[in-house]
């Protein structure tokens, strides 16, 4: 049978099904999931794809000079479609690392993944197995960014999270292959400055969404984490080092500016702020999922 959902009072939402319009309509009807998916499409095109085809293409031209055929090249940006781990993975290849390692090394680099699928699962809690898989696989910094930014002023949507995530996936695969085909006539995107887009985009992404002192303090002790990982340990601990600190911290913080306030955080301002809403909200379901 179809299932109802009960619309919550005109003006509040609905934190049951964060995807859910406060007047109960659901944000993946025919005409809003089109408009959802192309504004997702129009906010990573206009922000970090050109890094993506750049740096895309510049992780092609090596993996041909590392060895790999196109089709080698299609096949893993298909499949694996992670940028760093990518980069990590071609001296490996052309050492001839053994296949565990190759595997054991891509995962400690891809961690963050599953802090950002935790922060994200809770808008898309009521969706079935079969399309979370298909969005887990779309999980990277860049759509986890940008969709985090906008579930911050509007209700969340899938078809948002997919229009990023389908755009940036295909920027990448684009790159790659452009790169393959260009091979070493792709110039260094170091020498204009294009390593710093994502920061900055990030950066500025921050700014926007994290507002609340205690939100603020738990992005510095994640800061000031990460980099005293980085020094004494290196490598990309400090990654999952910084967000499992923020993560437990925002737990303990939030439930005190919720009581300050009379007002719970609203989850999406941040992944620590989804984290600490996650935890405060008894009925949400547990976060799952990751990218492959």
Known sequence: GHRHLRAAPRGLPDRRHPRVHAEGSLTTRAGS????????????ATTVVPSI???????????????LSLAEIVTM???????????????????????????????????????MAASLAPFFAGLGRGRLALLAHGVT?????????????????????????????????????????LGSRIPDPHRFGLDFVFPAVFLAILARTVRAPWQWTVAAVATAVALAVKVTAGGTWHIAAAGLGASALAVWLAPSSADA??????????????????????GTAAPSGDRA
């Not at 990518?86 to 963050?112: D, S, Y």
């Not at 911050?152 to 996936?169: I, K, L, M, V, W």
Request: hydrophobic share 50%; glycine share 12%.
């Open 33 to 44: 999931w089109r408009a959802e998916a192309w504004a997702g499409f129009r906010d990573a």
């Open 53 to 67: 085809l750049a740096y895309g293409a510049v992780w092609g031209g090596l993996a041909r000079q590392a060895g």
């Open 77 to 115: 940006c298909l499949l694996v479609s992670a940028g760093t781990a990518q980069f990590v993975a071609l001296p490996m290849l052309e050492a001839g690392a053994p296949p565990a390692l190759l595997v054991v090394t891509t995962f400690v680099v891809n961690l963050r993944h599953y802090l």
């Open 141 to 181: 910094d860049e759509s986890y960014a940008l969709s985090l930014a906008r579930f911050a002023r509007q209700p969340a949507s899938a078809a948002y999270f997919g229009g990023c995530a389908f755009t940036t996936y295909l920027a990448w695969y684009v790159g790659a292959v452009g790169g393959a085909v």
């Open 261 to 282: 306030t009379g007002e719970p955080p609203a989850p999406g301002r941040s992944a620590s702020a989804a984290a600490g809403h996650a935890a405060d909200s008894r």
